[in-house]
């Protein structure tokens, strides 16, 4: 187990049981099963090399609701995994973005997804990046498809940058070029972008919450939205202290229906320390429910719903779609740690993630072909 992954991996089985690894062809009934119109969520988790000094691994994956991790059949680039001169820097509908240190070209890329064909991968090179004044191209904060591939002649790419500047692009269009857009607003620039399938708009939460920014791709036009919080929690005056103290970050979130799902996550550095680090733990997390009119109702119930959180582009699916997948519960995979978060009585079970992990992405329901 060690020598395959070279971290133990039961951090990431949240009921607490030994996770193993299997070997598994790409659509066996062990791995993603080719009886639904769709694969399940997943976690990235690695890749097992195919040889010493091989440039190619198997792709290992654990489903958030089974105990053993997979190894698929699929090879992948190691360097999406363990090379710092390939970094990724988000992930949407299961295309990996990534930013190369040699040409400082944005490409989106398709290899880490479980159902893609490794021996024909797709990676998509974007325009040249061109970084307003006052601005800066190099760190990114994430990465939305407006369309599962970016192949799609409509599929329109957002990236956020840290710091004012947010760029689109249309990659299929011939001779695409980026639009920028300088956000005055300070809240917006560490936040991440998101797409609104039920709005056709690109979708940005201000830090704390307060405000949405909008870009509209029929009418280009932006716009402002602020945010009536309603039914808020009471809280002890320990627990106030403790939130006052976090790190907090805001996610936007569209259900299968068009529901939309403002999530305020909580983390607070612990106790415990990696090479030098000091890792970042869950201490709350926040749903509230968004309408038309600006109301953001807080709740302890999103029904059949299950959210996603990690450096992918958050996703909900239907619980029931996907057998042993709980319901009104948040998922959690981040850099510092992996667990779940049950919306009914706020239990937070999470666990340290391996150092060696440098994806930390989860991966959508992929259609099956």
Request: charged share 20%; with cysteine.
């Amino acid at each position: 187990m060690a020598l395959l992954l070279n971290q133990p991996l039961k951090l990431l089985c949240f009921r607490r049981k030994p996770v193993l690894v299997r070997s598994s062809p790409l659509l066996s009934n062990d791995g993603l099963s080719s009886s639904l119109l769709q694969t399940p969520p997943c976690f990235i988790v690695s890749a097992k090399r195919c040889g010493r000094l091989a440039k190619e691994g198997k792709l290992v994956i654990l489903n958030p609701y089974e105990d053993e991790c997979t190894s698929l059949d699929k090879k992948v680039p190691m360097a999406l995994l363990y090379d710092n001169e390939l970094v990724t820097i988000g992930s949407s509908h299961g295309w990996i973005a990534t930013l190369s240190q040699d040409d400082g070209l944005l490409r989106l890329q398709d290899d880490l997804n479980p159902v893609a064909s490794d021996t024909n991968p797709k990676r998509i090179p974007l325009p040249p990046l061109v970084t307003l004044p006052h601005c800066q191209t190099q760190i990114v904060t994430n990465v939305s498809l407006s369309a599962s591939s970016p192949e799609d002649e409509d599929c329109v790419v957002a990236v956020k940058f840290l710091g004012p500047q947010l760029s689109f692009c249309r990659p299929a269009q011939s001779n695409s070029e980026w639009i920028n857009i300088r956000i005055e607003n300070p809240c917006f620039y560490s936040s991440r972008v998101m797409y609104s399938k039920k709005d056709n708009m690109f979708c940005i939460p201000g830090s704390g919450g307060h405000l949405i920014g909008t870009w509209d791709l029929r009418t280009h036009k932006h716009n402002l939205q602020s945010l009536q919080f309603q039914n808020l929690p009471k809280l002890t005056k320990t627990k106030q202290k403790l939130l006052d103290s976090c790190c907090k970050s805001e996610h936007l979130v569209e259900s299968p229906s068009g529901e939309t799902f403002l999530v305020k996550w909580y983390k607070k550095s612990s106790s415990k320390i990696i090479k030098g680090i000091a890792q970042m733990k869950t201490q709350a997390l926040m749903v509230f429910k968004l309408d038309e009119q600006g109301n953001a109702v807080y709740t302890q119930d999103i029904g059949d719903l299950c959210i996603f959180l990690s450096k992918s582009e958050p996703f909900c699916v239907l619980a029931s779609s996907f057998p042993g997948l709980c319901p009104n519960n948040v998922i959690l995979f981040d850099c510092d740690e992996g667990g779940f978060f049950d919306l009914d009585d706020s239990t937070i079970i999470t666990d340290v993630m391996p150092t060696s992990f440098k994806s930390n992405y989860l991966m959508p329901p992929q259609k099956l072909d």
